[in-house]
C-alpha cells in the first residue's frame, strides 16, 4: 500500500524565513503529487500539483515544490514566509493507472502545522 | 470559483444514533469522495462513488457506513449507529471528468462529535 509521510509536525518561522517542508511517499509506480494548505477554519486548498513533465512545479502564493523521482520526494519550498502563510500543509499522493488517470482515491501525510511569527 | 459545500458545519451526536453529512459537489464534477480526520492523525480515505455506484471504499468503510446521492446535486455519508470512535473531521471532495489531470477540490467539512 502506498503511504506519505510528512518529516515536521510543526514548523515554527519567523517572517521572511525560507521555509522546505519535507514530503516522501512509497509507491514504485507512476503518481500524481499533490501539497494542500489548510488556513486555520478553512477547508483544504490546492497549492500546486505535478502531473508530468518539469518537476519544478510552481504554486500559488510563491510556493514551488520539486519532484525527485529517485528520492520519492516532493519537497515543498518557499523563499520568503509571511504571517499569512501560517497554516497547515498536507502532501498527498495519487496512483496512475495504466490508462494515465488518477480518478482514485488520495493518500495524505500527516500534515505539517506551520507557524510564522511577524 | 466554485466551491463544495458541506453541512451542518459541526453535528453533535448521541452514540448509536443515525447521522447524515450533506455534501453539495461542484456542478459538473462527476467523480465524489468522502476523507475523515481523526483530531491528530491523518486525513483518511473513505469510499469513492462515481456513475451512482461506489469505486472504491477503504477498510474503514464498513457496514455501519453508506453514501448515496439522492437527486444529482447532494451527496451523503451515512453511519447508521455511531460509535464514539466515528468522532472525527469528515471532509467530501470532487474532481471534474474532463481531462486526466484534475484535482480534487475539498469541501470546509463536517466536525462530528459522538458523546
Known amino acids: 500500500a502506498q503511504s506519505v509521510s510528512q518529516h515536521n509536525h510543526h514548523v515554527i518561522l519567523s517572517e521572511a524565513a525560507s521555509l522546505e517542508l519535507g514530503c516522501n511517499y512509497s509507491y514504485g509506480g507512476t503518481v500524481n503529487l499533490f501539497w494542500y494548505v489548510q488556513y486555520p477554519g478553512q477547508h483544504l486548498q490546492l497549492l500546486l500539483k505535478?502531473?508530468?513533465?518539469?518537476?519544478l512545479v510552481k504554486g500559488i502564493k510563491g510556493f514551488e515544490a520539486e519532484f525527485i523521482k529517485s528520492k520519492f520526494s516532493f519537497n515543498l519550498r518557499k523563499p520568503s514566509v509571511q504571517w499569512s502563510d501560517t497554516a497547515e500543509y498536507f502532501c498527498a499522493v495519487i496512483r496512475v493507472n495504466a490508462g494515465g488517470t488518477s480518478y482514485g482515491k488520495l493518500t495524505f501525510g500527516q500534515g505539517t502545522i506551520l507557524t510564522v511569527h511577524p | 470559483e466554485p466551491e463544495v459545500t458541506q453541512t451542518p458545519s459541526h453535528q453533535v451526536t448521541q452514540m448509536g444514533q443515525e447521522v447524515i453529512l450533506r455534501c453539495v459537489p461542484i456542478s459538473n464534477h462527476l467523480y465524489f469522495y468522502w476523507y475523515r480526520q481523526i483530531l491528530g492523525q491523518k486525513v483518511e480515505f473513505l469510499v469513492s462513488?462515481?456513475?451512482?455506484?461506489?469505486?472504491?471504499k477503504s477498510e474503514i468503510f464498513d457496514d455501519q457506513f453508506s453514501v448515496e446521492r439522492p437527486d444529482g446535486s447532494n451527496f451523503t455519508l451515512k453511519i447508521r449507529s455511531t460509535k464514539l470512535e466515528d468522532s472525527a473531521m469528515y471532509f467530501c471532495a470532487s474532481r471534474g471528468g474532463q481531462g486526466r489531470h484534475q484535482p480534487q477540490h475539498f469541501g470546509d467539512g463536517t466536525r462530528l462529535s459522538i458523546l
Open positions: 462513488f462515481y456513475n451512482n455506484e461506489i469505486s472504491e
Open positions: 505535478y502531473f508530468s513533465g518539469d518537476p
